[in-house]
């Protein structure tokens, strides 16, 4: 093991991404080989109101279910208010706040200094449903000019997204929107990494996310640029010819490793190196990857990681899903890895773009947190769809081959390791290595009684919180509830509505639950004391009730009938 100094930990993570929403439900989804992009039926695009007269409509999308709500009640936004703001940043702020239970800290009562670094894709909400629309206008505001909208329609810069996080769960450490396109969220990753090194804070959010289009329908496909004819996205493919854009969002919380394992906090992996560079002005065009570029990233990702490439076991690859954008990653990924291995055809090469398509600024954390978890639980997906490597790679002879099937990955003679990649049109480079936790020392429960304390924005709320927490505990591999009780009492906000349940073993646990949820039973004010022993494990997070905070687009016929352009190019 490489020493624990400069390491850091991911000790919370979160996601909503096309067929999850959650992380666990993401990951069944990668190891079963789930493809969670939508193809949409003619009465899907009526509907969605594209015109079946408009050429060259392809039919598929990563849909995120429930797009237009939010649960503007639990974050304190009138919804009117909550409609006007980009639909990213509200599913950020969801996330963000599932990834700081997920570690299990309440920022409120911790001493700890908490970070935010994030970044978002263009705010096509703004463009599309509210810019120019009488609806999003407060009563008796009538723009003469196009620069009363600055004025009238607030929450729209991409910049506002990790501070709309910071100003919400009452952050005090550095604040700060990561811009660079496709990679946006592994670099903002890397800024947070950064900042806990340099001891700007001492726990770190860091995450994107993406709305790439409100309507989620399908996108005009025009031959010569980047988007499958389609609506495969089949990376290293020998059919890969073009990405399927999604929608979605994801966050990780990281703290410094030494400091982590000190205060019992559950470590889902470790974070050993990672850089971020620019392809500079060596490549064809402004849009287009380079070679040198990216590999100079996975190289000082190494050299920071301490790391040698042979003991890398997966790639989580940004992966174009371009023949022409997939051969040049591999080609870096070639040439980077021959200057410290000799080794043939067995570091796995994938990318969950095959999964929930290109998630455009959110994909670099997705592409994390797929990671983190192949590490942990020493599982390598395979890509859906997958048949034979794209000639063009030519994998041969290389460090790389791409798994037909999911398969196991056992522990060797160094931990399991992975490699992540996140390249941004216009060339900014991430690139990070992360490796399977520390073994954690087992609890002994030392037989209770244990009081399990409930905290809910609405009495809704609170019984859905007992029947998730009643429903993990019936899982495989549930927590000792010396653990869960300390969790619950020093992890999750204290809330208006609140109840504690008193069990001493899992059983009673569970039917006390079970009897809350029901309304059978009525809880007991929570103790204002944390319970003396306990470590901090991953839990279910909070039940947002959402609703619809959408304002719809003008008619399409108001714009000349013309379809708005949603997908990006």
């Known amino acids: 093991m490489t020493d624990d100094e400069g390491a850091l930990a991911v000790i919370g993570l979160a996601c909503r991404v096309p067929g999850a929403p959650d992380a666990a439900t993401f990951w069944r989804n990668l190891v079963d080989e789930v493809d969670s992009v939508r193809r949409y039926t003619a009465d899907d695009l009526r509907a969605a109101g ?83 629309n009488p609806a999003a206008l407060p009563d008796g505001v009538a723009p003469v000019w196009r620069e009363d909208w600055e004025e009238a329609v607030p929450g729209s810069p991409p910049d506002f997204l990790p501070l709309r996080v910071a100003y919400k769960l009452g952050l005090t450490g550095p604040a700060v929107a990561a811009q660079t396109a496709c990679s946006s969220s592994l670099v903002a990753v890397c800024q947070a990494a950064q900042s806990l090194l340099d001891f700007r804070c001492d726990i770190a959010i860091a995450g994107g996310a ?30 890969a010819n073009g990405m399927v854009f999604g929608n979605g969002a994801g966050a990780v919380v990281l703290k410094r490793l030494a400091e982590a394992v000190a205060d019992g906090d559950h470590v889902h992996a470790v ?32 050299a920071a990681a301490g790391v040698s490439p042979d003991s890398v076991g997966l790639v989580e690859a940004h992966a174009s899903s371009t023949p022409v954008g997939d051969t040049i990653e591999v080609a870096a990924l070639r040439q980077a890895y021959r200057r410290g291995t000799d080794r043939v055809e067995d570091c796995a090469l ?13 994909a670099g954390v997705v592409g994390l947190i797929k990671a983190v978890h192949a590490v942990r639980d020493g599982v390598v997906p395979a890509d859906p769809g997958f048949t034979a490597p794209h000639p063009d790679l030519d994998l041969a002879g290389s460090p790389f081959f791409v798994p037909a099937k999911t398969q196991g990955w056992p522990i060797g003679d160094e931990p399991r390791r992975a490699a992540v990649s996140s390249f941004g049109m216009g060339g900014t480079n991430a690139h990070v290595v992360v490796e399977q936790p520390p073994v954690r020392p087992s609890t ?20 859905a919180t007992a029947r998730r927490l009643a429903d993990h505990l019936t899982d495989d591999g549930a927590p000792p509830l010396s653990d869960v009780a300390y969790t ?27 009897r809350l949820a029901s309304g059978d039973a ?18 279910p997070t909070y039940p947002f009730e959402r609703r619809r905070c ?15 352009t949603e997908t990006a190019t």
């Open 444 to 463: 002994v429960d030392d037989g209770g009684p244990h009081t399990l304390e409930l905290s809910a924005a609405t009495p809704t709320a609170l019984a």
């Open 350 to 362: 994938g990318s969950a773009k095959a999964n929930v398509g290109s998630l455009d600024a959110a």
């Open 210 to 239: 993406a709305v790439i289009s409100t309507r989620q329908a399908g996108y005009r496909y025009r031959p010569g640029g980047m988007l499958s004819p389609d609506g495969n996205c089949r990376p290293f493919d020998v059919t």
């Open 50 to 132: 594209v015109p079946a007269r408009l050429a060259g409509w392809v039919p598929a999308y990563g849909h995120l279910d429930g797009l237009a709500d939010f649960d503007a009640g639990f974050f304190g936004y009138p919804v009117a208010e909550a409609a006007l703001v980009d639909p990213q940043q509200r599913l950020f702020l969801e996330v963000a706040y599932a990834a700081v239970e997920d570690a299990g800290y309440d920022p409120a009562r911790s001493d700890a200094t908490f970070g935010v670094f994030a970044g978002a894709a263009a705010n096509r909400y703004f463009l599309w449903h509210l810019l120019g």
């Open 522 to 539: 009525p809880g007991h004010v929570a103790p204002a004391a944390p319970p003396r022993a306990g470590r901090r494990v991953p839990l």
């Open 271 to 302: 974070l050993r190196g990672w850089a971020v560079t620019n392809d500079g002005g060596a490549r064809a065009g402004f849009t287009a990857p380079g070679v040198d570029g990216q590999a100079a990233a996975i190289v000082e990702a190494m």
């Open 488 to 514: 619950l009492a020093v992890g999750r906000a204290r809330l208006a509505h609140r109840a504690t349940v008193t069990c001493r073993t899992t059983a009673e646990a569970v039917e006390s639950l079970r």
């Open 550 to 564: 959408w304002i719809d687009p003008p008619d399409d016929a108001d714009a000349g009938g013309r379809l708005p």
